[in-house]
């Protein structure tokens, strides 16, 4: 059974940070990872996607890779911003199963 | 271009009561996908629609049940209502097509469901 743990549960971090969050899952043979933002309350907007034959993706000042060897996928947030405060979701995607969410990671930017 | 809508943005039930949600994929998507959010957890996975039939469902109960319609919606009900359904609940939808790949999900704003 695919399981999907996220490192550390909540950071707190002053403006201008670079900082990473961390996704660890157990099934090597996922398929795909994809990063999530969560606002409280609200749903999720996709962040960055690395399908299988990739290690890793970039959007801005967004950075992910994937270790599927290690089990391993790091979402990397260079000079964090106050807006950049939410819910961090990583979710694993193996052919034929379905995507097993982690906990998240509760990040907060102080001005 | 809409993206994933849901409806409704809340509802209040009591327990013992039944519900319906909905849901309408991103233009261009074919896969319906129902998950559950409880406060301070990672989304659960209920099931997932494709071709107007479910292709995989989590481990819920036959409580939860679904449907997809021609046009690709989602409708997701809950029969007998429990303290413990009350969640977020979310649809995220997808384009699979023939090929069974597993592309980018789009996640919509969520229904918040409390049970009383």
């Known amino acids: 059974k695919q399981e999907v743990t996220q490192i550390p549960a909540a950071l707190s971090v002053p403006e201008g940070e670079n900082l990473v969050l961390n996704c660890s899952f157990t099934d090597s043979a996922i398929y795909n990872l994809q990063w999530f933002r969560q606002d409280p309350g609200k749903g999720l907007t996709s962040l960055l996607l690395?399908?299988?034959?990739?290690r890793e993706q970039t959007s801005g000042r967004l950075n992910a890779s994937l270790d599927k060897s290690s089990g391993r996928s790091t979402l990397y947030i260079a000079a964090s911003q106050p807006g950049d405060s939410a819910t961090y979701l990583c979710?694993?995607?193996?052919?034929?199963?379905?995507?097993?969410f982690g906990p998240g990671t509760r990040l907060s930017v102080l001005p | 271009d809409a993206g994933v809508t849901q409806s409704p943005t809340h509802l209040i039930k009591t327990r013992g009561q039944q519900v319906t949600l909905r849901c309408s994929p991103k233009s261009g998507h074919d896969t319906v996908s129902w998950y559950q959010q409880a406060l301070g957890q990672g989304p659960q996975f209920i099931f997932q629609y494709y071709e107007e039939e479910e292709r995989q469902r989590g481990n819920f109960p036959d409580r939860f049940s679904g449907h997809q319609f021609p046009n690709y919606s989602s409708e997701l009900n809950v029969n007998a209502l429990l303290l413990g359904d009350s969640a977020l609940y979310l649809c995220a939808s997808s384009l699979i097509g023939g090929t069974f790949s597993y592309n980018e999900q789009f996640f919509g704003p969520g229904t918040r469901l409390t049970v009383l």
């Open positions: 979710a694993g995607f193996r052919y034929g199963q379905n995507f097993v």
């Open positions: 690395i399908q299988s034959s990739q």
